[in-house]
């Protein structure tokens, strides 16, 4: 039987997706299809879902808004789980709980229709607030590790509290990213009066970021250091594999002319080599691969 009759016989109300395309879910636009994706509608039916496909063994991944994955190229016989149901958004004082697939711009309309401020650091950050809180999104010196009070996931199909302590938190990574689905994050603001101004400065500078379909940054700086002025000193700005190349604008950014995973993948191991070679440094990846 495939995933798809054995997954509808026991969740009849729970949308789903046959034949799911990663390239047209996925900022970098590159990738093969999934068996299945499914979108259950509360954190109950998530949980519900993943005991379920524990318990049949069917490999599952989790998907946000795909903006720092890169997805295998072909057919997976697999369940996509996808959050944008989870839309929940509630405000209390200075804090604000969210579902895992409430976007990075509704979260910033909603903080900013209730004054509250914090949150401008994360203007444009292409997210939802699962993803952005498993990879603990940010720029500079401020991440959602700065604002996060709690996270809640499921572990063994039960839905448990994270402190932020617990989250594991350190330079995009956290314990979610080893298989812990997110269902919702609650965080801590400040009251402020200048969230609008505050976003349009954060919104200008990231115009400056390259155009074409990427995953943003590929790689985690090193220690003291940014991996794209490394990679550019390396001579590599505009290197190209197949049908993807390295952005001549920003040289931590991998541009996808095509629809390749297989092209992408190689350029960063191309890239990891040669800068290795040249310097010394191990370039750790940023992105995500999924499945
Ligand atoms: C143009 C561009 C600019 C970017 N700029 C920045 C930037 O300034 N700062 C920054 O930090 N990032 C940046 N990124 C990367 C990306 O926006 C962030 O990493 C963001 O947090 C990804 O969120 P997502 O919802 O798209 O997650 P996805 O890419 O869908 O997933 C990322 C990882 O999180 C997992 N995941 C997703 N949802 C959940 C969930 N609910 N529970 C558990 N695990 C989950 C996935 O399995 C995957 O391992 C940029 C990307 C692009 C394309």
């Given at each position: 039987m495939g995933i798809d009759t054995l997954f509808r016989e026991k969740f009849l109300r729970i949308q789903t997706e046959r034949n799911f395309s990663f390239a047209l879910h996925t900022t970098i636009g590159s990738g093969g299809t999934a068996a299945l994706a499914v979108s259950p509608e509360s954190e109950e039916e998530t949980a519900e879902v993943l005991s379920f496909l524990k318990m049949q063994k069917i490999p599952y991944c989790f998907l946000g808004a795909g903006a720092n994955v890169l997805p295998k190229d072909g057919f997976w016989d697999g369940v996509v789980i996808r959050?944008?149901?989870?839309r929940f958004l509630s405000a209390e004082k200075n804090r604000i709980t969210a579902g895992a697939g409430v976007t990075g711009g509704m979260l910033l309309d909603f903080a900013a229709a209730h004054s509250i401020?914090?949150?401008?650091?994360?203007?444009?950050?292409?997210?939802?607030v699962g993803g952005g809180a498993a990879m603990n999104a940010g720029i500079r010196n401020t991440h959602f590790s700065d604002i996060v009070v709690f996270v809640d996931g499921i572990v063994d199909g039960k839905l448990r509290r994270f402190s932020l302590d617990a989250c594991g938190y350190s330079e995009k990574n956290s314990?979610?990213?080893?298989g812990i689905a997110i269902t919702r994050v609650c965080f801590q603001g400040v009251i402020s009066d200048c969230i609008a101004q505050n976003t349009a400065e954060y919104l200008t500078a990231r115009k400056r970021l390259p155009k074409g379909k990427s995953m943003g940054c590929t790689f985690v700086n090193p220690q003291g250091m940014y991996a794209g002025e490394l990679i550019e000193k390396c001579g590599l700005k505009g290197l190209q594999v197949g049908k993807a190349h390295v952005s001549s604008?920003?040289?931590?950014f991998i541009i996808n002319d095509g629809n390749s995973s297989q092209d992408i993948s190689d350029l960063i191991e191309i890239v990891k080599e040669k800068v290795w070679r040249q310097t010394g440094i191990l370039l750790r990846e940023e992105i995500r691969r999924i499945p």
């Open positions: 959050f944008h149901k989870l401020g914090g949150f401008e650091p994360f203007a444009g950050i292409p997210m939802t314990v979610f990213l080893q604008e920003h040289a931590n």
